[in-house]
């Protein structure tokens, strides 16, 4: 094929140069026979030239003819090379036919060449244990400063759609629900402190994509004083961007100069709101389509109440949505969140797109703003995060109010691997919790001291200033906080029978009861250095309890077992099963004396650093502290 086209070219440049050399002479005739006439000179010239044109063409058809001649042969060739092939190899089966040209998916392959798998350059880190198997070693590095910064999957945030699609997680009865047309208008407060830019413009795109434009009047951007850049500028221009998409949607903005907290940071938020309704939320979500309206329509119908949709969790690795169901908001003694079921009375009614009630709110919460100013809001006094959802709580239900969650109102809700905060939040999560004991938990506020183990006295925390809360809950009649565990929270064990807690040591050997290895039944007797596995609880009933106490009444405690065989060695088993295999849990103890059985008269001791029973030989244990005489 090259070789004709190569011919019909050479042919081509021929006639075309000979057209060229007659235009130039004839014009130059004509041009001439106009003026001077034709001459025989002129005559002479032009049959010089044909003679000229008829040699090159006899020269050309020659090579032609040549060139015919070797491509002929040529294909004799390749006819005879072929059966060669066919003779010496086997026939090749026909290609299935396919439903796209081939050449596009060969054009594919050679521009995607082939990639060396990349190594795992942070084998160890929580963010690729699932996720980045195909990620370069240059974006890994990327990737995992933005999560040790952040505490969930910036790198992938950045490239996902702000206006990505949700599943709609709710249970199947909501989507047959209806709810009024003169729902209240609310505001959306965004609290954040260095937060990545891309999850609050998804967070900020979801609530205005999802909520109707009729009754989302305000968003209201509280930062804690944020120190990232992109924070400043970046995001304001963001925000006026949807302003001017948005002109009848009010946006503000609030900083601090220095950080203050959730509590201040939400306070802020309300106090900037003119909404009816007020709907405080982390920055680190994604509203669901219609999770505004179910919980509008229970405040529409008790302004007294507080509530909270369902958050569906948002992995902090590949930040895939996973659904979660509906469930109570509660906390232990610590006054560490925690979820838990609804009561009895609420799974009789068998249907599971209900609100139900809960004894507090996890920190997104939805209220009546008048009302939630007229109770307080939220406590200012309390540091950086931590129990502020607790006391809210509370304050809610003991000063007339009530907490709901809302199960056909979703929002997800990124679970961070680790607090931008602080690296341990404990200690101002203990402070706090101190301070929601002296100004709400009556003679029950000891039991935070027995959480944190801390002495009942002089515990050298400073809780700041009460007395303007305390003047609070007076002048709202609040009701006490025995009523709270009675009728909101029964599952709480008021913990009213302890007698004593902390260390429990062994006088003559210098030695403290431990609860040995985990998992295992056999406690021991080690150096004392009070600390979680020899936490002892000392109950009025005789149980005695090593290496912690549960918060609650549906969850059993570890009892110090007499097993009441020959066998020497004490037993540490969960109360109920031990009562059931025959084990007796009962002791007497006073302290500075000795500590015996009840049923078997034998008592605890240590012997050459082994800790048994066995027959009394008067040693002595002291516990570190005392909550009642006994």
């Known amino acids: 094929m090259k070789m004709y086209m ?26 001439k026979s106009f003026s001077q006439g034709v001459t025989g000179q002129d005559v002479m010239q032009l049959n010089r030239i044909e003679q000229t044109l008829n040699k090159l063409y006899n020269v050309l058809r020659a090579f032609e003819q040549k060139q015919d001649a070797m491509q002929k042969q040529l294909e004799e060739n390749k006819g005879r090379e072929r059966k060669s092939a066919e003779d010496n190899f086997p026939p090749v089966k026909q290609q299935p036919e396919q439903k796209e040209q081939p050449s596009k998916h060969i054009q594919d392959k050679k521009e995607t060449p082939i990639q060396k798998k990349s190594q795992k350059v942070f084998p160890n880190s929580a963010l690729f244990k699932e996720w980045g198997e195909n990620l370069s070693e240059e974006d890994q590095k990327v990737a995992q400063d933005l999560f040790e910064k952040y505490g969930y999957n910036v790198f992938l945030s950045d490239r ?7 599943s709609d997680t709710r ?16 505001g959306v407060v965004l609290i954040y402190l260095n937060e990545a830019l891309s999850v609050i413009k998804r967070a900020l795109r979801s609530i205005i994509d999802r909520t109707p434009q009729n009754l989302l009047k305000e968003i209201i951007l509280v ?41 201040y940071a939400r306070i802020s938020g309300w106090e900037a709101a003119t909404a009816d309704v007020i709907a405080i939320l982390d920055a680190h979500i994604e509203v669901h389509e219609m999770w505004a309206e179910p919980l509008l329509t229970q405040i529409k119908a008790d302004r007294t109440v507080v509530v909270s949709p369902v958050f569906d969790k948002v992995n902090f690795d590949d930040l895939k949505v996973i659904q979660y169901f509906p469930a109570a908001h509660a906390f232990d ?31 997104i919460l939805v209220a009546d703003r008048k009302f939630l100013g007229e109770i307080g809001v939220l406590d200012a006094g309390m540091k950086v995060y931590g129990g502020e959802n607790v006391e809210l709580g509370i304050r809610v239900w003991t000063c007339g109010g009530s907490i709901e969650v809302v199960p056909c109102s979703k929002i997800a809700h990124i679970e961070r691997y680790h607090k931008p905060y602080l690296p341990d939040l404990s200690s101002v999560m203990k402070r706090n919790a101190l301070r929601v004991a002296e100004i709400w938990m009556d003679e029950y506020k000891h039991n935070i001291n ?7 006295e002089n515990h050298g925390i400073d809780i700041g200033d009460i007395s303007e809360r305390k003047k609070l809950r007076e002048r709202l ?39 040995g290895p985990v998992p295992g039944h056999t406690p021991i007797a080690y150096n004392c250095y009070y600390y979680g596995p020899q936490f002892t609880y000392y109950r009025a009933n005789g149980e005695l309890y090593i290496g912690g106490i ?72 002291e516990i570190q502290n005392i909550i009642k005489a006994f």
């Open 333 to 363: 003694w610590a006054l560490w969140c925690m979820y838990e079921g609804f009561m009895p009375e609420y799974y009789k009614l068998n249907d599971s797109s209900l609100p139900g009630k809960s004894p507090s709110v996890m920190g």
């Open 477 to 515: 009649n609040c009701k006490p906080f025995k009523w709270y565990l009675e009728n909101v929270y029964p599952k709480l064990d008021p913990w009213d029978n302890l007698l004593a807690y902390g260390g429990m040591r062994n006088l003559d050997a210098d030695m403290c009861l431990d609860q």
């Open 160 to 166: 996902l759609p702000l206006d990505r699609a949700l």
């Open 223 to 263: 930062d804690d004083s944020s120190s990232n850049e992109d924070l400043k500028e970046d995001l304001d221009l963001y925000v006026k961007s949807l302003e001017q998409q948005n002109p009848s949607l009010r946006i503000t903005r609030v900083r601090h100069k220095e950080q203050q907290g959730l509590a």
């Open 171 to 186: 249970d199947p009865g909501c989507a047959k629900k209806s709810y009024p047309k003169d729902l209240p208008s609310i």
């Open 6 to 31: 190569r011919r019909a070219g050479i042919f081509g440049a021929f006639v075309l140069l000979i057209y060229i050399i007659i235009y130039v002479i004839m014009g130059q005739t004509t041009k």
């Open 550 to 621: 549960k918060s609650h009444k549906y969850n059993d405690n570890r009892c110090l077992t007499d097993i009441g065989t020959k066998e020497t060695e004490a037993g540490l088993f969960n109360c109920k099963e031990a009562i059931q295999k025959g084990m007796s849990i009962y002791w007497d103890f006073t302290q500075g004396k000795e500590l015996k059985n009840k049923q078997t008269k034998r008592c605890l001791e240590i012997i050459k650093g082994q800790l048994i029973i066995q027959e009394c030989s008067g040693q002595r244990w």
């Open 450 to 456: 027995l959480a944190w183990n801390l002495p009942f």
